[in-house]
């Protein structure tokens, strides 16, 4: 039987189709290992959205070729897409897959055959079920490739144009997920705010929230949101949902009106303001999450300090910090004023600590709060209590370790801030 390894990089979308290879490798005879130096075939699902996530993947691959000659090594994900001409070839790379074809590695592992199909004549959705999955939660894919074409993104090359999950197809999984005892998914994607425009009857995300209401799954998470995406009417729906967590993860890259305009992104510093500010209105100590970007082109000292200001006067909860990587075949690689590296990095640090400082808040907004939680599978690995994340995601420690308890929904109540696990501290609320 020969045995594989299975390494993702990236969004939650390349996490879910790492376990549909999986599902197709073991399905013919193979089985999975952690182990590189006792495994056959080495997988890498690679991520490109930055230039150091390509020099990552070719890290990672090369390096399981060095502590096993011997294994075959197949590099698959946007990484392998992009830059399929430059990797194909390589001596520590056996075989080359793209973003759609690696859906049929069990057949091309056969044949020993690379391939990249062109990502843009794909036209319709590539639904794959999953039928088993180790998680507490489930990631489900309503949707793949982004149309925005922003200035400085590549993931259009990688991932192709906007194509929809059908509903029967994401109820179905739901149900499945449901009866293996997944209570909780996390509805992902490339831009899932795009999700049902390319119906020949065109639908909108709050159309499938609609109906996902009406499963047996416990609770559920949207992926990444485009501002422009959130409206009232759909506010409205997910403030009066007993299913969905009260947790936002916003995709602003910025928080200065010129950057965003240079970025190609449609909307302003403003309405993101006010959005955040309705969220935090209308929900019960919502998390706000969102990515930003620094030291993009001609971003000058004041229109950094612009989005200082406006991050820092905002309700996110928390921000991921990306100084700016120029990638190839981008409108923004060719741009004037291009910001030194180590105004990048400084520029990155001072946001840090504002998120830092905003996350701080946020947990303590959130001491001794009552919230529910679904126990992980698996507890701990630090302290053995179990662990679980509350449905305004904060990464909680029970204190607890009934085993008995797993993969059940409990109710608990924040109770203190461990520094040295860097972790919540939660109690069971008893009846």
């Not at 990236?10 to 599902?23: D, M, P, R, T, Y």
């Not at 060095?66 to 197949?74: A, E, F, L, R, S």
């Not at 897959?97 to 959705?125: M, P, R, Y």
């Not at 949101?225 to 409205?236: A, F, G, S, W």
Request: hydrophobic share 35%.
């Amino acid at each position: 039987m020969k045995k594989f390894v299975i390494k993702t990089h990236g969004c939650k979308s390349n996490q879910l189709e790492s376990a549909v290879i999986k599902e197709k490798l073991i399905d013919i005879g193979m089985s999975e290992s952690k182990n590189i130096e006792e495994a056959d075939i080495f997988i890498l699902n690679s991520c490109s959205v930055t230039e150091n996530a390509d020099i990552e993947a070719l890290r990672t691959i090369r390096n399981a070729k060095h502590k096993n000659p011997q294994i075959y090594t197949v590099l698959t994900g946007c990484s392998a897409q992009l830059n399929s001409q430059k990797v194909n070839g390589m001596p520590y790379i056996d075989l080359v897959l793209g973003n759609d074809d690696k859906f049929d590695i069990a057949e091309l592992l056969k044949t020993n055959t690379s391939k990249i199909t062109d990502i843009f004549q794909i036209n319709t959705f590539n639904n794959q079920f999953v039928h088993e999955y180790s998680n507490t939660r489930g990631y489900l894919k309503i949707q793949d490739g982004c149309d925005n074409y922003c200035s400085y993104c590549t993931i259009p090359l990688a991932r192709g144009k906007s194509r929809s999950n059908s509903v029967k197809n994401i109820i179905k999984q739901v149900e499945i997920y449901t009866n293996i005892g997944i209570k909780e998914v996390v509805l992902t994607g490339i831009h899932i705010g795009q999700w049902g425009k390319d119906f020949d009857k065109p639908q909108n995300l709050l159309n499938l929230l609609e109906q996902l209401e009406n499963t047996e799954i416990t609770r559920y998470r949207l992926g990444s949101l485009n501002t422009i995406e959130i409206n009232d009417k759909l506010l409205d729906f997910l403030s009066q949902s007993k299913k969905f967590c009260p947790h936002f993860h916003l995709s602003l890259q910025s928080l200065t009106d010129k950057t965003l305009k240079a970025m190609n992104r449609k909307y302003s510093a403003q309405s993101c303001l006010e959005l955040m500010d309705a969220i935090d209105e209308k929900f019960n100590l919502p998390f706000i999450g969102s990515d930003i970007i620094v030291g993009f082109p001609n971003e000058s000292d004041e229109d950094f300090e612009t989005t200082v200001q406006n991050a820092d006067k905002s309700k996110l909860s928390n921000i991921h910090v990306f100084p700016y990587s120029i990638r190839n075949n981008t409108k923004a690689a060719n741009m004037q004023n291009q910001v030194l590296e180590k105004i990048k990095v400084e520029r990155a640090n001072i946001l840090k600590e504002i998120a830092k400082e905003k996350y701080k808040k946020f947990l303590i907004k959130n001491k001794n709060t009552q919230h529910q939680v679904i126990i992980e599978k698996r507890p701990d690995k630090h302290t053995g209590l179990l662990k679980g994340v509350t449905d305004n995601y904060i990464n909680i420690l029970i204190n607890s370790n009934d085993t008995n308890l797993k993969n059940t929904t409990q109710n608990i109540v924040i109770k203190s801030f461990d520094k040295k696990n860097d972790k919540i501290i939660g109690e069971i609320i008893t009846k």
